[in-house]
């Protein structure tokens, strides 16, 4: 039978547990770790085979004009490359923009589905290195799909001996366009992902929300008298509702690019490039704001 003494009494037992007591690498660490982790799984790294067709196909399609346009200037000896480095992101906008639609998602909604988020927030990093991170990893990986036609391109003009100087102008005005595209698409994108941790909602509005604009803007230009035989340069305000159309006008005023015959695919005069750069700002900003005030609450 126990007595009162017995029940007070008790015995440690050294079960071999010890205390951590290696290098502590704190948030700075922690933050990057998550940044590599997010951009490997934009790309399927590190999971299913599955997961990595869509990036890769969508990369390999951006890609394979490229090199289609790059053997065709070298053996049919043109003067220069069929297409523009900024108006060839223009002309095939619609596979990064399914790419974001598809891996913005992947980033985000995911870690709300299965309620890991406050365990990221358990540890040295912050709510705002969370969000730092997703953003960092999504314009990365835009980047990656943006920019690897447009240097097969360049790579192309010195096979072919383009006037180096010319093509790197050139060049240059491709990649700030890209850069403007990663960076509107990514705070605009990963807001959305953020909303719901559903991912098949996500990539719907996603990619809702990019056509639909496309298609309003283009509608606005066109009652606006956009096709009229007199075009109305006013008319190309209507672009600024879309962010693809935002970036392509914007870009194609400030370095003269983006003559078409049949749409004035250029921002209305230096007022309405100054307007056009204060919206997608304004975008890029209030949504990475906005993703921070939707991190606050989780």
């Not at 007591?21 to 660490?29: A, D, H, I, K, M």
């Not at 590190?46 to 990036?55: E, H, I, Y």
């Not at 990619?207 to 190309?236: C, H, K, W």
Request: overall charge positive; glycine content about 10%; hydrophobic content about 55%.
């Amino acid at each position: 039978m126990t007595t009162p003494a017995d029940a007070h009494s008790g015995v440690i037992h050294d079960i071999g547990y010890r205390p951590y007591t290696g290098p502590r690498l704190g948030r700075r660490y922690a933050t990057r770790s998550l940044y590599v982790q997010s951009l490997r799984a934009a790309f399927g790294l590190g999971r299913s085979g599955k997961s990595k067709v869509l990036p890769f196909l969508l990369l390999g399609g951006m890609a394979a004009p490229a090199l289609a346009m790059l053997a065709i200037a070298l053996f049919a000896h043109l003067d220069k490359m069929p297409m523009d480095y900024a108006g060839y992101l223009s002309s095939f906008a619609v596979l990064p923009q399914i790419f974001l639609a598809a891996q913005a998602p992947v980033l985000m909604s995911r870690d709300l589905r299965h309620h890991v988020v406050p365990l990221y927030f358990s540890r040295p990093a912050t709510r705002g290195d969370y969000v730092a991170a997703k953003f960092t990893a999504m314009f990365s990986a835009l980047m990656i799909v943006l920019a690897s036609p447009l240097l097969l391109l360049f790579i192309g003009a010195l096979l072919a001996k383009f006037p180096l100087g010319d093509n790197l102008l050139h060049l240059l005005y491709g990649l700030f366009a890209a850069v403007l595209y990663a960076l509107l698409y990514a705070s605009l994108g990963l807001l959305i992902a953020a909303a719901t941790p559903r991912r098949g909602f996500g990539v719907a509005a996603i990619m809702g929300t990019l056509m639909i604009t496309r298609a309003l803007a283009s509608i606005v230009y066109a009652l606006n008298g956009g096709f009229d035989p007199v075009r109305q340069e006013s008319a190309s305000w209507a672009f600024v509702v879309s962010p693809s159309t935002l970036v392509e006008t914007l870009v194609n005023q400030l370095f003269g690019l983006g003559d078409n015959g049949a749409v004035n695919l250029h921002a209305p005069g230096g007022a309405g490039a100054a307007v056009f750069a204060a919206v997608l700002v304004a975008l890029t900003a209030g949504g990475y704001a906005l993703m921070l005030r939707r991190y606050r609450n989780v």
